[in-house]
């Protein structure tokens, strides 16, 4: 399963997701900028925020409160696209997806 992640500055990184992994998993163990994931991936940090791009996003798994809370943490740079990767798990159906980190990350 391929993964395309946009790097805050911009740079374009494709990489290979291993079954089972996390968005967020995929992107620390390839060393992409802009997801520190700071608590692990417990949902308790926000720092594995991103954008899902167009028709993945509706693919994804519901989005729970406690998801929903972290992100408002980050509120300012919420979008309607804004899920926490490491809640995000990849299967087979998301081959290719695109996601763009933030730009600028508290
Ligand atoms: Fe902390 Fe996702 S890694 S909320």
Redesign the pocket.
């Known amino acids: 399963t391929t993964i395309v992640f946009f790097e805050p500055d911009g740079t374009r990184r494709e990489v290979t997701a291993n079954p089972g992994e996390t968005a967020?998993e995929v992107a620390v163990r390839h060393g992409v900028e802009g997801v520190d994931?700071?608590?692990?991936?417990?949902?308790?940090?926000?720092?594995?925020h991103g954008y899902i791009d167009g028709a993945f996003f509706d693919r994804l798994t519901e989005m729970n409160e406690t998801e929903d809370a972290?992100l408002e943490l980050v509120e300012d740079q919420r979008a309607d696209n804004s899920r926490?990767?490491?809640?995000v798990k990849i299967g087979p159906e998301l081959d290719g997806i695109v996601i763009k980190l933030p730009g600028v990350r508290r």
């Open positions: 967020m994931a700071d608590c692990g991936g417990v949902c308790a940090c926000a720092t594995c972290m926490l990767l490491c809640q």
